[in-house]
Nanobody
Framework: VQVVESGGGLVQAGDSLTLSCTVS????????MAWFRQAPGKEREFVAF????????NYADSVEGRFTISRNNAKATLYLQMDSLKLEDTAVYYC?????????????????WGQGTQVTVSS
């Protein structure tokens, strides 16, 4: 299974950015997906998840109302639309594929991870 993120970059506070993630080697539509992030000196943390059909989503409190997770099963692609970015959103963002069609805030529920894409928010 290959998971590849893209779309990271350097933006200013208040800007928007969209991350994408493609998955190959498994049937994308059969698995839950999530985004996690890891800031310098901090542990990896949950950002958002979406179940296999896209019907159920969940967000970390810190991004609720600003980030939107979505998926296009026909394109085997996961997205994270990030609006109103803050300095504290600076991190490496990871895409993860769940072990099942469901999704969780727990990182150990995911068995395929990308290498990450850097998002840097400046003032």
């Amino acid at each position: 299974v290959q998971v590849v993120e893209s779309g990271g970059g350097l933006v200013q506070a208040g800007d928007s950015l969209t991350l994408s993630c493609t998955v190959s080697g498994r049937t994308f539509s059969a698995y839950g997906m999530a985004w996690f992030r890891q800031a310098p000196g901090k542990e990896r943390e949950f950002v958002a998840f979406v179940t296999w059909s896209g019907a159920n989503v969940n967000y970390a409190d810190s991004v609720e109302g600003r980030f939107t997770i979505s998926r296009n099963n026909a394109k085997a692609t996961l997205y994270l639309q990030m609006d109103s970015l803050k300095l504290e959103d600076t991190a490496v963002y990871y895409c993860a594929s769940s072990r099942t069609r469901w999704a969780s805030i727990r990182s150990d529920e995911y068995d395929a991870w990308g290498q990450g894409t850097q998002v840097t928010v400046s003032s």
